[in-house]
């Protein structure tokens, strides 16, 4: 199957820095990459989609000056946590989107990183 | 939007016993149902999907069936391990790209 990486793999920070965190697709082209947020033992919330060379949709009550998303190329999407704080602390998970067929996609999952705010 | 509600959120069996995990969805336009596997801490893995043309698909111990009518799908396991033991997510989408995910089941397999 796709692989997909994500860096770091965990995170501790002080409140108020950002944090940047790598999704990449290694063995094939995404043109479109998701950022999730996972609680404990919660499902994965959508935070926003990112299409290659254009500007992120973000799901409703998401912050886009806080939650940075940058698709600058077709095996790349980055996400930074601006000025992050204690709330923010959370699991993010990447995915990317692959074909499966014709106009369907799947998704495979990076890693995830774990961040931790103080 | 897409709102898919899945159940149950935990589910204990004993192994060599099969599991059932219901999922539904509300909106009529979709037509893609993938099924992740995520172990604590790990990432969700695509275990099984199905597409709206075909009512069941089978793999090994795991099979999806689909009833486009009722808007529900499910996973089967048979046979479980206690490999199986795992949080399991449905999804659905409308054609391409975008998922709504359902709020996990989580399987235990007791020995």
């Known amino acids: 199957g796709a692989v997909v990486s994500q860096h770091p793999s965990w995170v501790i920070c002080k409140s108020g820095t950002s944090v940047k965190i790598e999704c990449r697709s290694l063995?094939?082209?995404?043109?479109?990459m998701f950022w999730y947020r996972q609680f404990p033992k919660q499902s994965l919330m959508l935070m926003a989609t990112?299409?290659?060379?254009?500007?992120?949709?973000?799901e409703q009550g998401v912050e886009k000056d806080k939650f940075l998303i940058n698709h600058a190329s077709l095996t790349l999407s980055t996400l930074t946590v601006t000025s992050a704080h204690p709330e923010d602390s959370s699991f993010y998970i990447c995915?990317?989107?692959?074909?499966?067929?014709?106009?369907?996609?799947?998704?495979?999952f990076g890693p995830g990183t774990r961040l931790l705010v103080l | 939007g897409e709102n898919v509600e899945q159940h149950p959120s935990t589910l204990s069996v004993q192994e060599g016993d099969s599991a059932v995990i219901k999922c539904t969805y509300s909106?009529?336009?979709?037509?893609?149902f993938p099924w992740y596997k995520q172990e604590l801490g790990k990432r969700p893995q695509l275990i099984i999907d199905?597409?709206?043309?075909?009512g069941e698909k089978k793999d090994q111990r795991i099979a999806v069936t689909l009833n486009k009518t009722a808007k529900h799908f499910s996973l089967h396991i048979t046979e479980t391990q206690p490999e199986d033991s795992a949080v399991y997510f449905c999804?659905?989408?409308?054609?391409?790209?975008?998922?709504?995910f359902g709020k996990g089941t989580k399987l235990s397999v007791i020995p």
């Open positions: 995915s990317a989107g692959t074909p499966i067929g014709p106009y369907q996609e799947t998704q495979y």
């Open positions: 063995d094939f082209q995404a043109t479109t």
């Open positions: 990112s299409n290659e060379g254009s500007k992120a949709t973000y």
């Open positions: 909106d009529s336009a979709s037509n893609y």
């Open positions: 199905i597409r709206s043309n075909v």
């Open positions: 999804a659905a989408g409308a054609g391409s790209y975008q998922l709504t």
